[in-house]
């Protein structure tokens, strides 16, 4: 009887192991199965998450680490539904490599936490352990870009990697599939968007030629076998030049590689976190040395990155925020401390007063503003 009983309560808890695992299972088919059938009801509840976190931000400074901790949970709920979208469509699923993947996952969870983990680290350890948090995270980040810079040729890395997907798109996709009539007309119109996308990344010697040129005319003339039906035949040329067009998602354009001075850019951009960091401990948070030198370097980021011109739409998009970004040094410290502080709060408090139903909305963003800009990571991540 001691045998069998023993015997009985080592089946019991495996029993119990295997349906808790079942069980899971099936909610997470029923989760991934409700977002790719539901996503602009997966946008809303997103959505709501956020203006949660914007309220209890509003609320005082003890409730800012509740609510950089529900900001962050909703930018990975997104994070995390997009990775679904992008499983089930073949049109958004990136070409990347699995191990690039899961770098770039790294790189866009410690994008989404930051504020969260600077914020919690100053209530748990003090000022001293905030800067050691700050440290560590832009160690991190910037060995796992360099990493893909070298290792994967990541080109001008976007910030997040993982850019939040565009469910307009998505949706749309959706509705175009449903409106096929057959699974056959489908599985057409796939391969067709997939052949397209496969032909855009491809470089331009790999194309296959639908044009050629005269010999004694010097006219362009379309091929026969680029010729479309009787019913679609136009006088106009094919556009074979256009190797980036907008309807390409950007999961699907391969990075550009970088080589000699926009290498050169991209390295400097990387490591700026870190020498304005060193910058800070060896002349002090006060001194206008580490904002010049952060400065310098990201002018001459982007200086260097301008020598190219053979980058997709993503990268293109990216170099022009990192343009637009250098207006961030007016609120950095110490040139919003001595200058734009001022400036800045006169103008926001004329503009509610001057406005009808502005005031309200300027003094609250006119209370949060100094909150905003003593953390770090809002003001010097990026």
């Not at 997470?28 to 009801?41: L, S």
């Not at 050691?132 to 976007?158: E, T």
């Not at 800045?344 to 100094?370: A, C, D």
């Amino acid at each position: 009887m001691d045998v069998q009983d023993s015997v009985r309560d080592a089946v019991v808890p495996e029993k119990l192991w295997e349906n808790l695992l079942r069980k899971y299972k099936e909610a997470w088919d029923w989760y991934e199965k409700w977002v790719r059938q539901h996503p602009e009801t997966v946008s809303n509840v997103e959505r709501t998450f956020r203006i949660v976190s914007y309220l209890l931000s509003g609320a005082g400074d003890d409730d800012q680490v509740l609510a950089e901790l529900v900001f962050s949970l909703s930018n990975l709920l997104v994070f995390f539904n997009d990775g679904i979208l992008r499983r089930a469509s073949s049109i958004f699923r990136t070409q990347l490599s699995l191990s690039q993947q899961q770098l770039m996952r790294w790189l866009t969870v410690i994008d989404h936490v930051e504020v969260f983990v600077e914020l919690a680290a100053a209530r748990m350890w003090g000022e001293i352990g905030r800067w050691v948090v700050i440290a560590i995270i832009q160690l991190m980040r910037s060995l796992l870009r360099l990493f893909l810079l070298y290792r994967y040729k990541a080109g001008i890395q976007p910030n997040p990697p993982f850019p939040p997907l565009n469910r307009e798109k998505v949706v749309k996709t959706q509705e175009q599939e449903n409106s096929m009539s057959s699974p056959q007309r489908g599985k057409s119109q796939l391969e067709t968007k997939e052949n397209r996308l496969e032909s855009t990344n491809a470089a331009g010697d790999n194309r296959p030629e639908v044009t050629f040129v005269g010999q004694r005319s010097g006219r362009i003339v379309r091929t026969l076998k680029s010729a479309p039906d009787l019913t679609q035949r136009t006088w106009k040329l094919p556009n074979t030049q256009e190797k980036d067009p907008e309807d390409v998602p950007v999961e699907n354009l391969l990075p550009s590689e970088l080589l000699g001075l926009p290498l050169t850019g991209e390295c400097i951009h990387i490591s700026r976190p870190l020498a304005h960091l060193a910058a800070l401990l060896l002349w002090g948070q006060y001194s206008w040395k580490p904002w010049l030198l952060s400065f310098t370097l990201d002018v001459a980021s982007i200086k260097l990155l301008d020598q190219s011109t053979q980058y997709n739409r993503q990268e293109k998009a990216e170099l022009k925020k990192r343009t637009f970004l250098l207006l961030f040094y007016l609120l950095r410290s110490p040139c919003f401390d001595k200058y734009t502080r001022t400036r800045l709060l006169g103008m926001m408090e004329k503009f509610g007063n001057t406005v009808p139903g502005m005031g309200f909305i300027m003094k609250s963003m006119m209370e949060y503003l100094p909150v905003w800009q003593r953390i770090y990571f809002y003001t010097w991540s990026h």
